[in-house]
């Protein structure tokens, strides 16, 4: 059974604008009081004094005591501080009141409650504007019990019959802001007390009573009514322990109606059916997931839960009941064996499934994202099966699984690992060809990542290392400032194995946060000797660079770097998503040409005023590549030479 939202009060339903509002002992009693019945609604006690004092509408009669809004059905929600006004005017106590007064306040999940005769409820239980009444329990009574308004029940637990909202004459829907009696309908006068209405089959009468128990104005009904649940409902607040029965009562019907059956379900049928569902927690939650999930045939679990799918939506309001399914669910899904995806809500306690994991479960292990884990499908055996069903569940094998999380968790990615380091993230590969760092040997990290990882465990052995060789000296600067402007891979390996090797004085002042290139002092001349002398091995000579790395390199785009190994100037295989190109030659292509970007540093000037000094110096360009002038250096250097040989001293 659901709730449809309850009608806001808006602006001129805001009784806050009554600002006339008497004092107590400037107020003349009603000719004819009224005395309210026991559990009966402030609204109907209202309506009744309208009645017997002959006011046209309610209204008409709280403006005696200054409340001049025109909503009457909004008091008992806004006014609590005109208690004492109202109780002079009815010639009633305070106390009887108050007690129908509904407050609101927000309780420690975050929901909108109101005070419910020593209780709470939640507010959207509670009607406000609709007069629901049953004719025959009406006749009997003469008032409207604060029963019928809650919205949780559409029965009267007195004599069985079904709710009505609508008048049996006219169709139109009943209120209370125009009413002046409670048996006939203010928009045609026509009575209500001969209606007819349904009433509950004699197998639901127990259910029913319990269901009215649960949120009954006497507290000790509602306490006796709620130890009565079996555990945990019994620990719930009496109207969060009726909700939960209405919720799982309302699934299990649903799950065993036909399909296409339409049609309500009355709240009486789902608190039956919900007792006998709580009677058997948990175990009645895993035999429902195995029913519903196999007539749903979808591979969602949420969406193959039927109407308790609704408790896992983002949107859904914190309950008790919410909680308990959502706890529960990740076990019951696995003792009923469902092919079926979990989803953010269901995992509570890690895997469900002994050795395997589904996809959500995996990325939650491992803290990526689907369309990485997704990777691992047909390249790792990591990956165990999809279920036949369209987008069903994916499973992973637990424990590989497992080790994978460990090797994300001890390794960083390159790019992270050059920021640690302090140095350019092209020279990962030299830095690692060389022995300086390590790689995580694992190939499900390398699938899913799609980029090399590198041990934590030689980063830090790495710094140690230079911190062993640390010395103190005067002067100097950081490792950074002297390398400056350097993207040859060659040179920073070079530096760093004399560093090692104890043939550069080095000091290491690491502060928190700072890359190693920060936190070493060195002397500008011993960098700039070893630099000279590098040692180019075997192993840096073998690595290749993707365009994007060789263009940083080279400090241009990579269409042009693409552009230059089409026309033959650097060595390389151009791909169609991916292209490698050798190290040494993209470092032989810097060495022996020169762009714009360099020579606007080097002679200065804007590029077309250099390249007019060139060429009447007698210079050409070498080539002209992606729309490009690309210059010899030899050429430059000989330039450059000249023009200080011209400049006087």
């Not at 008497?22 to 006690?45: H, K, M, N, Q, Y």
């Not at 419910?116 to 019990?145: C, D, M, N, Y």
């Not at 950074?480 to 290491?508: S, T």
């Amino acid at each position: 059974m659901v709730c449809p939202p309850y009608p806001r009060l808006g602006a001129r339903h805001n009784m806050a604008e009554c600002v006339n509002l008497l004092a107590a002992s400037d107020i003349r009693p009603l000719v004819v009081g009224t005395e309210p019945f026991p559990g009966e609604c402030l609204s109907s006690l209202l309506v009744r004094a309208c009645d017997a004092n002959r006011f046209s509408k309610p209204m008409h009669l709280l403006n005696l005591i200054g409340l001049k809004a025109q909503a009457s059905e909004a008091v008992p929600f806004t006014q609590g501080a005109a208690v004492p006004a109202i109780a002079k005017l009815l010639g009633t106590s305070t106390t009887e009141i108050e007690r129908r007064m509904h407050s609101a306040e927000q309780d420690d999940l975050g929901r909108s409650v109101v005070h419910w005769f020593g209780s709470h409820v939640e507010r959207r239980h509670i009607e406000a504007t609709a007069r629901r009444f049953a004719p025959k329990s009406l006749e009997e009574q003469g008032h409207v019990p604060a029963l019928w308004t809650v919205r949780l029940l559409d029965y009267c637990p007195t004599t069985m019959e079904l709710l009505l909202s609508e008048c049996p004459q006219c169709s139109r829907p009943l209120g209370w802001r125009a009413c002046r009696s409670l048996s006939k309908c203010e928009k045609c006068g026509a009575s209500l007390l001969g209606a007819e209405s349904q009433v509950l089959p004699p197998h639901l009468h127990e259910a029913a009573r319990l269901g009215a128990a649960l949120v009954s104005p006497v507290e000790a009904v509602r306490q006796s009514a709620s130890s009565s649940l079996p555990d945990p409902f019994n620990t719930w607040a009496p109207a969060d322990a009726l909700l939960g029965l209405l919720t799982i009562g309302e699934a299990q019907i649903s799950l065993e109606s036909s399909p296409g059956a339409g049609g309500a379900i009355g709240s009486a049928a789902c608190i039956a059916a919900g007792l006998e569902f709580a009677n058997d927690w948990p175990d009645s939650l895993t035999r429902f997931v195995k029913v519903s999930t196999s007539k749903s045939k979808t591979p969602s679990a949420r969406r193959g839960l039927g109407t308790l799918g609704r408790l896992f939506e983002s949107a859904a309001t914190k309950t008790p009941i919410q909680g308990l399914v959502r706890s529960a669910i990740s076990v019951a899904l696995a003792d009923a064996i469902v092919p079926a995806k979990l989803f953010p809500g269901a995992i509570v306690d890690g895997a469900c499934r002994t050795g395997m994991l589904s996809a959500l479960e995996a990325t939650k292990r491992l803290g990526i994202c689907g369309k990485r884990l997704r990777r691992l499908e047909g390249r790792s055996e990591t990956f165990l099966a999809r279920h036949n069903v369209k987008g069903g569940a994916a499973l992973y094998d637990e424990a590989a699984i497992s080790r994978l999380a460990d090797v994300l968790e001890l390794s960083v990615r390159s790019n992270d690992c050059a920021r640690q380091l302090g140095i350019p993230r092209f020279c990962i590969e030299a830095f690692i060809s060389a022995g300086l760092i390590q790689v995580a040997t694992n190939a499900d990290a390398a699938i899913v990542t799609d980029s090399t990882l590198i041990t934590k465990a030689s980063i830090s052995a790495l710094r140690e290392r230079l911190q062993e060789r640390s010395a103190p000296f005067d002067g100097g600067e950081t490792l950074r400032e002297a390398m400056q402007r350097n993207g040859n891979p060659y040179d920073w390996i070079a530096v760093f194995e004399k560093m090692l090797c104890g043939q550069m004085q080095l000091r290491f002042a690491d502060c928190p946060g700072s890359s190693v290139a920060d936190g070493l002092i060195v002397q500008a001349s011993d960098v700039a000797r070893h630099r000279s002398r590098r040692l180019v091995g075997k192993e840096i000579n073998g690595i290749d660079v993707p365009c994007q790395i060789a263009a940083e390199i080279v400090g241009t785009t990579p269409q042009f770097i693409s552009a230059a190994v089409r026309a033959g100037f650097i060595n390389g295989a151009l791909g169609v998503q991916c292209s490698t190109l050798p190290l040494t030659g993209v470092l032989k292509f810097q060495s022996c040409f020169v762009l714009p970007g360099e020579l606007r540093d080097r002679i200065g000037g804007q590029s077309l005023g250099i390249g007019v000094k060139l060429r009447d110096a007698g210079y050409e360009p070498a080539a002209i590549i992606n729309r490009v002038r690309v210059w010899r250096r030899s050429d430059i250097e000989r330039y450059l030479k000249k023009r200080s040989r011209r400049q006087p001293n």
